[in-house]
């Protein structure tokens, strides 16, 4: 990720019915090895960006909900490809987790953090540089968005 990262950045699903755009630098990108993530990413880890609800659009298509349903979070899937492209975290309102491989562009797309560790394939690696056993704590999250910043711009 550089700090001049390229904006508006554009993205779709699989098969190119929901289409997103994203207009503002995300606050924080991650890497998240939990169990579920797992099994809704169909793969080792899922990818995210966290980015400001407004700053995320959806152009075309209508998302549906998907995953599990009824806990914390709100996941969000291509109705036609059944793509998991985001998700509404309900605890943290007003931001969108973009699964980072949505966008077009993914040549600059890295994890700053990585998640649930204690839950990781043995051969998965992220490059993450801040590793977590499970999720950041609240008072985490201050110190982390601030590190992230330096990262970015290093
Ligand atoms: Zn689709
Ligand atoms: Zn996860």
């Not at 998907?66 to 996941?75: N, R, Y």
């Not at 931001?95 to 562009?105: A, E, Q």
């Not at 590793?131 to 330096?150: H, I, M, N, R, V």
């Amino acid at each position: 990720m550089a700090k001049d990262w390229k904006l508006p950045r554009k993205g779709s699903c699989r098969c190119g019915a929901l289409s997103i755009e994203v207009t503002v630098a995300p606050m924080m990108t991650a890497a998240c090895h939990c169990r579920g993530c797992q099994k809704m990413a169909s793969s080792a880890y899922s990818l995210t960006m966290m980015v400001p609800e407004d700053g995320f659009a959806v152009t075309s298509g209508e998302p549906v909900l998907g995953g599990l349903k009824g806990e914390e979070v709100q996941h969000f899937f291509c109705p036609s490809c059944l793509t998991w492209v985001f998700s509404k975290p309900k605890r943290l309102p007003g931001f969108v987790n973009l699964r980072s491989s949505m966008l077009d562009d993914t040549s600059d797309i890295a994890p700053f953090i990585e998640t649930c560790t204690e839950d990781k394939l043995a051969f998965a690696e992220t490059g993450a540089p801040r590793s977590f056993e499970k999720f950041p704590g609240p008072d985490d999250f201050g110190p982390l968005l601030q590190a992230f910043g330096e990262w970015v711009a290093r």
